[in-house]
């Protein structure tokens, strides 16, 4: 029983260890940002700055949630020693939502992306092992020594084929899938504020005293303009179309060719 204790209380250590690692590389990074960005702004241009300034933010934010995953971790050490907490005996790697291909009563299923290195796969999760949450990421349970999984495709003749697989193998793959698509999220997402620009401009200039009606600032109508990028691309690229504008066609095509039309963009079913 000692050992186990001094074992739990090892991983407790290191888990510090790794985090106090972590929030230096961080403040490292903002710092560097905050140097470059300052030594070479005008030779950058001011939307470089901007996209500085946005990256410089978002570690910002980072290292305030470090901090407060760090009150919990400080917590989960003490109750460690006190020995009224256990290292839980199983693993969670979690995933995002966008892979999930069908969902049954007892069953999840999973299709892993391309590039990932096992395009045309798929995998089944049970339920039991499986919590999937509203905010696009969901979470799975393994155990280290004892979980396997099977993945699966079906052949261009209509066969069969599987692989067995440790649940830890499993984890890395879900982990590099994770990256690819927050890769192309990221990538979806600067495509929006790029375009979001190109249309705002276009709307203001084709009807500047109905823009500025509507808007008290250009501030609020770039934003309103992201969001119905987001919300509904086909709308926008419609409403251009209409505007019978060389640019605004010209923009309307780009908004196609980015969003695909959202119409093919959904992959989730229930069966």
């Known amino acids: 029983m000692e050992k186990n204790k001094i074992k739990d209380l090892q991983y407790g250590i290191e888990s510090s260890e790794s985090l106090?690692?972590?929030l230096g590389i961080m403040r490292d990074s903002r710092n560097l940002i905050d140097a470059f960005s300052s030594e070479y702004a005008a030779y950058l241009g001011m939307e470089n700055v901007r996209k500085l300034e946005s990256i410089r933010m978002t570690i910002a934010n980072g290292m305030k949630?470090?901090?407060e995953i760090g009150d919990t971790v400080d917590e989960n050490f003490r109750?460690?020693?006190e020995g009224s907490?256990?290292?839980p005996a199983y693993n969670m790697q979690l995933f995002r939502n966008e892979m999930i291909c069908y969902r049954t009563d007892s069953h999840l299923f999973l299709r892993f992306p391309k590039e990932s290195g096992y395009e045309g796969w798929n995998v089944r999760l049970s339920n039991r092992f499986v919590t999937v949450y509203d905010n696009g990421i969901s979470e799975w349970r393994y155990y280290p020594r004892s979980?396997?999984?099977?993945?699966y495709k079906y052949t261009d003749e209509g066969y069969r084929e599987s692989m067995k697989i440790s649940g830890g193998r499993l984890a890395e793959i879900l982990n590099r899938c994770n990256r690819l698509i927050q890769a192309e999220t990221a990538k979806h997402e600067s495509k929006i504020c790029e375009l979001a620009v190109k249309v705002d401009d276009c709307l203001f200039t084709l009807d500047n005293s109905l823009y500025q009606n509507t808007y008290p600032t250009r501030e609020d109508g770039l934003r309103?303009?992201?969001n119905c990028l987001?919300?509904?691309p086909?709308?926008?690229a419609d409403m251009l179309y209409a505007i019978q504008d060389h640019d605004a066609d010209l923009l309307a095509d780009e908004i196609c060719d980015v969003f695909h039309l959202t119409s093919e963009n959904s992959s989730q079913k229930e069966i």
């Open 20 to 22: 106090v690692e972590i």
């Open 65 to 67: 949630e470090l901090n």
């Open 79 to 81: 109750k460690l020693s």
């Open 85 to 87: 907490k256990r290292v």
């Open 147 to 151: 979980t396997s999984v099977f993945l």
């Open 224 to 226: 309103d303009t992201e």
């Open 230 to 232: 987001r919300s509904d």
């Open 234 to 236: 086909d709308g926008m």
